[in-house]
């Protein structure tokens, strides 16, 4: 029986020991970007864009609103992009953050 309790207690350790670097380095990627939208060109925006699209590459014009590109924390107002979708594709006006 103490057999048991140790090897089941080893393994919720290992469990335990490996989810964890796995969430850190995923807190740490999702931290190293942002989302800036109305920036990508036709069929260059990361992942989904909006009704229509399905996943990176299909955004169907440039600087569509719903579009987004990743992009360094911080830099996506000086790249003309907004942090939220918005309507329209008119094209971004790089200005001071």
């Given at each position: 029986?103490?057999?048991?309790?140790?090897?089941?207690?080893?393994?919720?350790?290992?469990?335990?020991?490996?989810?964890?670097?796995?969430?850190?380095?995923?807190?740490?990627?999702?931290?190293?970007?942002e989302?800036?939208?109305?920036?990508?060109?036709?069929?260059?925006?990361?992942?989904?864009?909006?009704?229509?699209?399905?996943?990176?590459?299909?955004?169907?014009?440039?600087?569509?609103?719903?579009?987004f590109?990743?992009?360094?924390?911080?830099?996506?107002?000086?790249?003309?992009?907004?942090?939220?979708?918005?309507?329209?594709?008119?094209?971004?006006?790089?200005?001071?953050?």
């Open positions: 029986m103490k057999t048991i309790l140790s090897i089941a207690s080893a393994s919720a350790l290992i469990a335990l020991a490996t989810a964890t670097p796995a969430n850190a380095a995923g807190d740490k990627t999702a931290a190293s970007s989302k800036c939208f109305g920036i990508a060109l036709a069929g260059k925006n990361d992942c989904k864009a909006g009704a229509g699209t399905t996943c990176a590459g299909t955004s169907t014009v440039n600087y569509q609103g719903s579009a590109k990743d992009v360094k924390p911080g830099t996506c107002v000086s790249l003309g992009g907004t942090l939220n979708p918005h309507a329209g594709n008119a094209a971004p006006k790089p200005r001071k953050a």
